[in-house]
């Protein structure tokens, strides 16, 4: 676009061409006709692309210009560019039609009912113990939403959410979770399970150190609780004696009530299970057995309605 061609004063058209008002309230069309104006450049393209008027879209913005008070745009030879008020125009229209959008999408979710998407990974503690019935509850207000689950261990589940690969994740609270946005899930404690006639069998609990001497069932590599487990037992005079290492707690249950050795686990994989008989329980009695399930995503504004509201039913705000 030639600016030499247009006199000065054309130019350099900043006048005040009215007085603007404090309470000026703009109307969402006029400013989606000025900023396809602007991008466009051209007001008779404008015209053609939102089946306008040129002297109509030419008026309305005319009217946006008296009402802020400071003209918007430079009337040149072979069309219009905004002037610097113009561009900071753009740039707040831009972001004022983005918000109406979102709003628009939002409440469409309510009025024509919740479809849609999520990726959740979880750890095995939050599966076993608490997200089933909670997945339950929210499927059951919102049927037409499907929810993929996968179990991954811990770090693996924190990595997935950074480079995008899941919206939501549920790991351990003793895994590092760097710059994502979390919220509490659940709490969990550990426990000793014990095989039927083992030597530790009758105490009321045990410290890590007491059960560190006696063959031991535990988790795969990876998993946050085992390696919780080694770190802390990292201080102890001997290291745990690992004598078989499974996926699942249910497999680490079998291998216990099987006689292999004696395991740690949070209670909500431990008690629906002490009614069968063939293995105990024992409070493990360190600082560190009470744990945090930690909910996390990337960015809460950015994810999908469908996401944000998981969110709210697994680990809401408090009031």
């Known amino acids: 676009m030639n600016k030499e061609s247009t006199p000065l004063d054309r130019r350099l058209n900043v006048a005040i061409v ?8 703009f109307d969402i069309t006029t400013l989606r006709l ?10 008779a393209e404008a015209s053609r692309i939102n089946h306008i008027a040129a002297s109509a879209i030419s008026k309305r913005i005319s009217d946006l210009e008296a009402r802020v008070g400071v003209n918007l745009l430079y009337r040149l030879r072979g069309g219009v560019e905004p002037t610097q008020a113009g561009k900071a125009m753009l740039r707040h229209a831009k972001r004022v039609l983005l918000l109406m959008e979102d709003m628009d999408a939002e409440l469409s979710e309510f009025t024509h009912g919740m479809r849609g998407q999520v990726r ?12 089933p019935e909670d997945i339950s509850r929210y499927v059951e207000r919102f049927p037409e939403v ?8 811990s770090q693996i589940i924190i990595d997935g959410i950074r480079e995008g690969l899941t919206d939501l994740g ?12 979390t919220r509490v899930y659940r709490h969990d404690t550990l426990m000793v399970i014990l095989p039927s006639g083992h030597p530790l069998e009758g105490h009321e609990k045990l410290k890590l150190a007491d059960i560190a001497a006696y063959n031991q069932v535990g ?15 990292s201080s102890l005079e001997e290291p745990l004696k690992l004598r078989v290492r499974v996926l699942s707690f249910d497999g680490i249950r079998r291998m216990v009530e099987a006689g292999l050795g004696l395991a740690v686990l949070p209670e909500g994989a431990v008690i629906p299970f002490l009614e069968m008989g063939t293995f105990t329980a024992v409070k493990l009695d360190e600082p560190w057995a009470k744990r945090s399930l930690i909910l996390g995503f990337r960015d809460y ?19």
Do not use: M
């Not at 499907?146 to 261990?153: A, V």
């Not at 549920?170 to 946005?181: A, M």
């Not at 504004?301 to 809401?316: D, F, G, M, N, Y």
């Open 146 to 153: 499907g929810i993929e689950l996968r179990e991954e261990t």
């Open 219 to 233: 988790l795969q590599d990876g998993s946050s609780l085992q390696n919780q487990l080694l770190h802390e037992a």
């Open 34 to 43: 000025f900023v396809s104006v602007a991008e466009q450049g051209n007001i």
């Open 120 to 131: 959740l990974w979880a750890n095995t503690s939050s599966i076993t113990q608490f997200l």
């Open 170 to 181: 549920i790991f351990s609270g003793h895994t590092d979770s760097g710059d994502l946005e």
């Open 301 to 319: 504004k950015s994810l999908p309605v469908v996401a944000r509201t998981l969110i709210e039913c697994l680990a809401p705000e408090p009031s």
């Open 18 to 25: 009215g007085t603007r008002s404090s309470t000026a309230n």
